[in-house]
């Protein structure tokens, strides 16, 4: 069995999350820019057995894609591009961020915490792919 990435996608960071090997526990991996989101994800699935990648789909509450969606779709095509050979599949994310807001607040976390964007989007991937984990079991 193969780990899981998830991806947190923003136009300006890109929270990264992975499993362990059994697919059962979600951890923060990194949050890096876009422009270097798709290098990494190459040289990690380059050094380990990657089953899938979740993508966040960002809904409005009507269920309408959100106006990132078409950067996210770009982003889409280019790992599709690169990486064929693994799976991609989209999953909801909507209220991530607020929960990942939340999560750091209820946990302690100091201001600079709670203020740092790219953990915020780290826990944000991390969230999404727990709650996907939690769908498949």
């Given at each position: 069995?193969?780990?899981?990435?998830?991806?947190?996608?923003?136009?300006?960071?890109?929270?990264?999350?992975?499993?362990?090997?059994?697919?059962?526990?979600?951890?923060?991996?990194?949050?890096?820019?876009?422009?270097?989101?798709?290098?990494?994800i190459?040289?990690?699935?380059?050094?380990?057995?990657?089953?899938?990648?979740?993508?966040?789909?960002?809904?409005?509450?009507?269920?309408?894609?959100?106006?990132?969606?078409?950067?996210?779709?770009?982003?889409?095509?280019?790992?599709?591009?690169?990486?064929?050979?693994?799976?991609?599949?989209?999953?909801?994310?909507?209220?991530?961020?607020?929960?990942?807001?939340r999560?750091?607040?209820?946990?302690?976390?100091?201001?600079?915490?709670?203020?740092?964007?790219?953990?915020?989007?780290?826990?944000?991937?991390?969230?999404?792919?727990?709650?996907?984990l939690?769908?498949?079991?």
């Amino acid at each position: 069995m193969g780990i899981l990435l998830a991806i947190d996608y923003g136009q300006k960071r890109i929270g990264i999350a992975h499993t362990d090997s059994f697919q059962k526990i979600a951890s923060g991996l990194i949050t890096l820019s876009p422009d270097k989101a798709l290098l990494f994800i190459k040289k990690y699935v380059s050094e380990k057995v990657v089953d899938a990648i979740i993508i966040g789909q960002p809904l409005q509450m009507d269920g309408n894609p959100s106006m990132i969606e078409s950067s996210i779709l770009k982003f889409i095509k280019k790992l599709k591009k690169e990486l064929p050979e693994i799976m991609l599949i989209r999953f909801d994310e909507r209220f991530t961020s607020k929960i990942a807001f939340r999560t750091l607040i209820d946990s302690g976390a100091k201001k600079n915490q709670i203020k740092n964007k790219k953990l915020i989007d780290k826990i944000s991937a991390t969230i999404i792919l727990q709650s996907y984990l939690e769908s498949i079991n």
